[in-house]
């Protein structure tokens, strides 16, 4: 058992400094870093038991050490863990924004299009929505939801799609050649202004693994959200990315993709957020990873974004691997719809002094 503990505990202080020297050096070490969090919280214990019965300071030094950095590195989601409260929100167009991935397998969707309708949400988001699932959501969906953009991709049975109350345009879609299309932009009408949305879908780190390697992967999947990410910066106007990215807090590209945007889990979540693996060989499980997420330019444009409530759905009904996302959240309006507002809501004062 002795030994068996310092083989465990040496390989996670490998790992470790391996993460922080080099990050996602190639496909393999990325896999590996994908589940930083459960290592480390597996390592703080492992490496102080095997340390003990060598020297008690290396091993004080070791569990004050590593704890320290777990905390420092995972406060947000420890935050998250306890029961929160919604924000007070800023002024502004409220939406709710509901991101699901559906999984790409034929099967009936009555089920979970009704949860899907349950949530009420102003805006639904899509990930792998084959041609099946457009045409039974095409046909659900209509009477509720006037907007509608489907992109399915036959020959990997992929897609992604976009579902509103609220008119878009399409006014941009991303694909690699010979792959399937990872990130579909709208631009949505609010009352308050336009904004930008995105649903992404980021290539898998299993997508053809034999033919391709997890390091061509790893790159490719890094390539797409830098694509994204500089077609966001571009655009002065209030933008929300959200879907499946196939990566977690512990890979490079989150760290690049939070210091550029904000993690709306981080605003306004309950609980831990994790939404990947929810199913395991056919059975429902607890999901252990968060690959599915919302990003938004935060206060970083004229007009801001602010997530007051989000969580991840564990709902059996809707028979996919991934659990939805579902967020509150708040657009700020341009100067000129809030004059007009402002206008409107004093002509709505006087005249009810009139009448009186």
């Not at 080099?22 to 340390?51: E, M, Q, S």
């Not at 060598?54 to 420092?72: E, H, I």
């Not at 990873?289 to 919302?294: G, K, P, T």
């Amino acid at each position: 058992m002795k030994r068996l503990i310092d083989f465990f505990a040496g390989s996670i202080v490998l790992w470790l400094a391996l993460w922080r020297l080099v990050g996602d050096a190639n496909g393999w070490l990325a896999l590996a870093n994908a589940w930083a969090f459960w290592l480390l919280l597996k390592g703080v214990p492992l490496g102080t038991v095997a340390l003990w019965r060598r020297s008690k300071v290396l091993a004080l030094l070791w569990a004050v050490g590593a704890g320290t950095f777990f905390v420092g590195r995972y406060r947000p989601l420890l935050a998250r863990l306890r029961p929160s409260y919604p924000r007070e929100p800023i002024a502004g167009d409220r939406l709710k924004v509901v991101s699901a991935n559906l999984l790409n397998e034929s099967r009936n969707l009555d089920e979970p299009t009704q949860a899907l309708l349950d949530l009420d949400a102003d805006l639904l988001l899509f990930q792998e929505c084959i041609q099946s699932h457009c045409e039974q959501l095409e046909c659900t969906l209509a009477q509720r939801y006037a907007y509608r953009a489907w992109v399915p991709y036959l020959p990997s049975n992929m897609g992604l799609g976009i579902v509103s109350r609220l008119p878009f345009a399409i006014t941009g879609i991303w694909q690699d050649i010979g792959l399937e299309p990872y990130a579909l932009r709208a631009e949505v009408a609010l009352p308050g202004g336009p904004f930008d949305v995105y649903c992404i879908h980021f290539i898998s780190p299993n997508h053809q693994i034999r033919r391709w390697g997890p390091t061509r992967l790893l790159r490719t999947r890094e390539q797409q959200i830098r694509t994204v990410l500089r077609e966001i910066q571009s655009r002065q106007r209030p933008v929300i990315i959200a879907g499946d990215w196939n990566s977690t807090e512990g890979a490079d590209s989150y760290r690049w993709t939070s210091a550029q945007l904000v993690d709306g889990w981080h605003e306004g979540g309950d609980g831990p957020g994790w939404t990947w693996q929810r199913l395991l060989l056919g059975q429902d499980v607890p999901p252990l990873l968060r690959l599915d997420y919302l990003f938004h330019t935060g206060m970083t444009r004229p007009r801001a974004v602010q997530v007051t409530k989000m969580q991840s759905l564990r709902d059996p009904r809707i028979g996919s691997d991934h659990c939805p996302i579902v967020a509150d959240l708040v657009v700020t309006q341009t100067q000129r719809a809030q004059t007009q507002r402002a206008q409107t809501q004093r002509a709505q004062t006087q005249r009810a002094q009139t009448q009186r």
